[in-house]
């Protein structure tokens, strides 16, 4: 079972690619946040083709725009995007760029909302209801147990009350979270072997789509008429409706938007910072 097989109903490309990033999270976080902006790429321009946009070699950023200017995105759901395609950027070009398990869990439960909207737009049921999110093979589970335990305390110390047993057990767990990330490092070098082989799996996944979606542009475009669009776009604004965000994604959202906007922010550290434009 994987969060995107529903997808196999529109492209069986699509729904292997979100099933080799949600294999590869447990041996590398960084190349499962690569493969979602790929499969949000592949999403927006199965939707530009829907919509008979006619594109030369546009990036990310600017099929997103071209398509929210027919469409009428959710600006929920514009970010989603956006926080998909910097993300994976940063995976696959910022040096040192902090993408570990936890950031790649959230990304994929926003990958899948995504895919979701798009199913519900496009396909035939738009009230299609998944079922609650799989989680994958975690190896990080300790890890997350460590986080929300830290995020408790943090909201409790910052209340009046607190007690300096909170925050020397605070930093307890922040020691026991930074040693159990060494051990999760660690496991993923003994799987080298197992991570070869889904990164095999998923280039040819990858060249698949790419296969599919140049038979798709060198087909005969026909512009859908204003009465689908408008169609359309009611869909959307009802599936958008729809997404559903726990905190955790939501926070990476708004770090995001902070981001966006100048300041150097970590909602989960509960730091925020106004940084250089």
């Not at 607190?162 to 020397?168: F, H, K, M, P």
């Not at 040819?204 to 038979?215: D, V, Y």
């Amino acid at each position: 079972m994987s969060n995107f097989d529903f997808l196999s109903t529109h492209s069986e490309s699509l729904a292997a690619l979100g099933r080799v990033a949600e294999k590869i999270f447990p041996h590398d976080p960084p190349s499962c946040v690569a493969k979602l902006r790929l499969l949000a790429e592949a999403i927006a321009k199965d939707v530009a083709h829907r919509m008979g946009l006619q594109l030369q070699q546009p990036t990310q950023a600017e099929l997103i725009r071209a398509i929210d200017s027919r469409l009428g995105l959710d600006p929920q759901l514009r970010q989603m995007f956006h926080l998909l395609r910097i993300r994976g950027n940063d995976a696959v070009h910022e040096v040192g760029a902090v993408i570990g398990y936890r950031e790649a869990l959230e990304s994929l439960k926003v990958a899948r909302e995504v895919a979701l909207w798009f199913h519900r737009t496009f396909g035939h049921n738009p009230k299609y209801k998944p079922g609650p999110f799989l989680l994958p093979d975690d190896p990080s589970q300790k890890l997350n147990a460590l986080q929300q335990q830290i995020h408790e305390l943090e909201i409790k110390l910052s209340s009046a009350e607190a007690q300096t047993a909170d925050r020397e057990t605070v930093a307890l767990l922040k020691q026991q979270q930074l040693e159990q990330e060494h051990v999760l490092a660690e496991q993923a070098l003994q799987e080298r072997d197992i991570y070869e082989q889904l990164a095999s799996e998923a280039s040819q996944t990858i060249e698949q789509l790419k296969a599919e979606l140049s038979k798709a542009q060198a087909a005969i475009h026909q512009v859908p008429s204003p009465e689908t669009v408008r169609s359309w776009s009611e869909r959307s604004r009802k599936a958008a409706s729809l997404v559903h965000m726990d905190e955790a994604a939501t926070r990476l959202i708004i770090d995001q938007m902070l981001r966006d906007a100048g300041w150097q922010a970590d909602t989960v550290n509960l730091t925020h910072a106004k940084g250089a434009r």
